[in-house]
Each structure stands twice: as structure tokens, then as C-alpha cells.
């Protein structure tokens, strides 16, 4: 059975700063992998997704993320944050059977 | 283009109760993921369906866990009878083909059992 491990459960910047989160999983065969999001008040909605190609991967607001297979990683990463940024991210893995695990989320605080 | 619709929003009841939770997925969506939120932690699938056949219920505690799919479009998830430790929230999520190149969320409920 895969599982997924977010490393961080609350972050705390200030506008401007960078940001990386972790997240690695484990599971023997292809993955797809996600990063959601959560804005405060909203449902869960995709950030960015990785399917094969290219392992650096671009998503919505700024976001990316970069693939690396020999460290089972997929680091969500931003150069410079925002306070609508404050949100609660998870990381996502599907198998190609689609069954699906997420990690237990990172909570961003930015502060103005 | 219309979201994953889900009611309620809220439900409180009491230990033993029973309870119901309602889905509408995204139109032409050919699988719906039922998942269950507990504070603290990432979303945990209970069961996922494809149309109207189930492809995944492992992790459903199917003594007092149901769900039912009718039509392959609709899906309502139960509890009976409710338990403390399954205050939590109830999303319930859909995409296009069971691959899962990306699924689409609802709002979820907030189930509170007292």
C-alpha cells in the first residue's frame, strides 16, 4: 500500500518569503502525483499535477513543483508568497489503478 | 460548469443515530470517490465507484458504513449507527475516468457526532 509523508504540519512566512514543502511517498510503481489546495471556507481544488515528462511542473498562481524519482519526492515550491496564499496544502499519490492517498496536509500561515 | 454538489453541509447527531450524506457529481463524471476527513489529517478514501459498480471499499467499515450509487450517477453514503470517532468531514469527489488524472471536490460535510 503507498503512503504519503508532508513533512511540515504548519508553516508560518511573511509576505515575499519563499516557500517549499515537502512530501514523499512510497510505493513501488508509477505514481501520479497532486498537490491541492484548501483557501479557508473553500473545497479542496487542484494546484498542480504530475503525470510523466517533464519532472518540474508548473501549476496555477505561481506554484510548482518538481518530481524526483530517486528520492520518491514532490516538493511544492513558490519564489515568493502572498497572504491569499494561507491555505492548507496536500500531497497526493495515485496509483494506475487509481487508488488514491493523501498526507495529512501543511497548514501555510502568511502574514501581511 | 457546474461542481460536486453535496448535502448537507452540517449534521449533528447524537452516538447511534443514523445518518445520510448525499452526492452529485460533476456531469459525465464516470467515477465518484467517497472520503472521509478526520481534524488533523489528509482526506482518507472510504469507497470509490466506478458508474455504478464499486472498484474500492477496503477502507470502508462496512458494519455500519453504506454506500450505494444508483444509476451510476448520484451516490448517498450512510452511517448506521453513528460512532464518536466518526465526527469528521464527508467529501465526496469525481472524475472523468478511474485513472485519476484529476479529481474534483465538493464541500463536504461537517458531521459532528455527540
Known amino acids: 500500500a503507498q503512503s504519503v509523508s508532508q513533512h511540515n504540519h504548519h508553516v508560518i512566512l511573511s509576505e515575499a518569503a519563499s516557500l517549499e514543502l515537502g512530501c514523499n511517498y512510497s510505493y513501488g510503481g508509477t505514481v501520479n502525483l497532486f498537490w491541492y489546495v484548501q483557501y479557508p471556507g473553500q473545497h479542496l481544488q487542484l494546484l498542480l499535477k504530475?503525470?510523466?515528462?517533464?519532472?518540474l511542473v508548473k501549476g496555477i498562481k505561481g506554484f510548482e513543483a518538481e518530481f524526483i524519482k530517486s528520492k520518491f519526492s514532490f516538493n511544492l515550491r513558490k519564489p515568493s508568497v502572498q497572504w491569499s496564499d494561507t491555505a492548507e496544502y496536500f500531497c497526493a499519490v495515485a496509483t494506475n489503478a487509481g487508488k488514491s492517498t493523501f498526507g495529512d496536509g501543511t497548514t501555510l500561515t502568511v502574514k501581511p | 460548469e457546474a461542481g460536486v454538489a453535496q448535502s448537507p453541509r452540517y449534521k449533528i447527531i447524537e452516538k447511534r443515530q443514523s445518518v445520510a450524506f448525499w452526492c452529485n457529481p460533476i456531469?459525465?463524471?464516470?467515477?465518484l470517490y467517497w472520503y472521509q476527513q478526520i481534524l488533523g489529517q489528509g482526506p482518507k478514501l472510504l469507497i470509490q465507484f466506478q458508474n455504478n459498480g464499486v472498484v474500492d471499499d477496503s477502507q470502508l467499515p462496512k458494519d455500519r458504513f453504506s454506500a450505494e450509487r444508483l444509476k451510476g450517477v448520484d451516490s448517498t453514503l450512510k452511517i448506521q449507527p453513528a460512532k464518536l470517532e466518526d465526527s469528521a468531514v464527508y467529501l465526496c469527489?469525481?472524475?472523468?475516468?478511474?485513472?485519476?488524472?484529476?479529481?474534483?471536490f465538493g464541500q463536504g460535510t461537517r458531521l459532528t457526532v455527540v
Open positions: 504530475y503525470f510523466s515528462g517533464d519532472p
Open positions: 456531469s459525465g463524471h464516470a467515477t
Open positions: 469527489a469525481s472524475s472523468l475516468d478511474s485513472t485519476y488524472t484529476e479529481a474534483f
